[in-house]
């Protein structure tokens, strides 16, 4: 028999802590990309590739802040 423990789902505080890591590596990816300058075919498309996974990591971010928003007027019943 395994013992392996449960599966915790991770809460929102948790993901949204995980999404904005995420954003700040792209983002620091993509400035040291624009730094050197790289104007070959790849560079450019990890660049595009860089900027929508900033973009997106910050729609998710803002999503993750109104739900953490959310559930904290929940608790204190307003």
């Known amino acids: 028999m395994s013992t392996k423990k449960p599966f915790k789902v991770p809460t929102i505080d948790e993901l949204a802590i995980a999404q904005y890591n995420d954003m700040l590596m792209y983002q ?5 990309l624009n730094a050197s300058n790289d104007r070959s075919v790849y560079g450019l498309f990890r660049r595009e590739e860089l900027e929508r996974k900033v973009r997106d990591a910050q729609f998710l971010s803002s999503r993750y802040k109104q739900q953490i928003r959310e559930e904290k007027l929940k608790r204190l019943g307003l």
């Open 28 to 32: 620091r990816q993509l400035d040291e």
